[in-house]
């Protein structure tokens, strides 16, 4: 981490984050040096402090995010098995990835995986209300990440369409794209690898990338390679149904 400051702070979630980028086992305690080098220009180089070492444990857990259900024609209304919007930075704001079938699906917002609270509908395109709404209308098929804003009361929609590439899977450029499967609402694709490396992107760009995030088998945007050690023919799966805990698989 770089600081022009004096004093420099990190959070326990971000330095736990960085120590399973070293590729520290979560819940075993490992010795760690820290040092502090400091840099004023070229001419006069650097300087490093002596290093300090602190033992240190990764721990592993979830974080429990707020939900909103996304319950409706896409998956038969029913609200105990309907894909989750999460707050992930306890904003009142949801982010999620929700399939959408049929060219034209209709929807509601549930506070919880039932009706018996209230819920979100709508009064024109792009809005929410709080209970009393009429359900909410969107088209095109596909793949979206959703985004549903509390504090203003509105909702949109982005299509992403993800794909593998990497040199295990032939190219860096050329995009495997992968297919919905609703039984593990999961992305899937069935394709032969090379020892090699891959990633996941969207849309045929490297606007949004995820690789691996040093955790087992979880993702991070903007992560690192992931590494094909076995050459042979696997079951690809991309699961972003909690995108606080981002993963995939390599079968």
């Known amino acids: 981490s770089f600081t022009s400051t004096t004093a420099y702070t990190v959070s326990g979630s971000a330095m736990n984050s960085l120590l399973g980028r070293l590729g520290i086992a979560a819940d075993s305690k490992e ?21 300090m070492q602190v033992e240190v444990t990764l721990y592993s857990t979830e974080v429990v995010y707020p939900k909103l259900f996304v319950v409706g024609s896409h998956q038969g209304w029913a609200p ?59 088209s095109g098929a596909g793949y979206y990440l959703m985004t549903a804003d509390l504090n203003t ?8 369409k ?29 394709a032969a690898l090379s020892v090699g490396e891959i990633k996941f992107r969207a849309n045929a760009a490297w606007t949004v990338s995820l690789g691996a995030s040093g955790a087992e088998n979880t993702l ?25 805990n981002m993963v995939y698989s390599l079968e």
């Not at 010795?31 to 290093?51: D, H, K, M």
């Not at 009361?153 to 992403?160: A, R, T």
């Open 31 to 51: 010795a760690v040096n820290y040092r502090v080098i400091s840099t004023l220009t070229e001419q006069y180089g650097r300087l490093v402090s002596a290093p």
């Open 80 to 138: 105990s098995t309907a894909p989750a919007l999460y707050d992930l930075s306890f904003k009142k704001i949801y982010t999620g990835y929700v399939n959408f079938p049929n060219a034209t699906d209709e929807f509601k917002l549930t506070t919880v995986p039932s009706w018996d609270e209230p819920d979100y509908g709508s009064t024109a395109p792009g809005s929410l209300t709080l209970s009393g709404g009429s359900n909410i209308a969107t």
């Open 153 to 160: 009361l509105s909702w949109k929609k982005e299509i992403m």
């Open 162 to 190: 993800f794909a593998v590439v990497g040199d295990a899977i032939g190219s860096w450029d050329v995009d495997r794209f992968l297919n919905y499967d609703a039984a593990s609402n999961s992305l899937t694709l069935t």
């Open 220 to 244: 991070a945007f903007g992560g690192d390679n992931i590494a094909v050690s076995e050459a042979g023919t696997y079951l690809i799966r991309l699961d972003l149904s909690n995108p606080g």
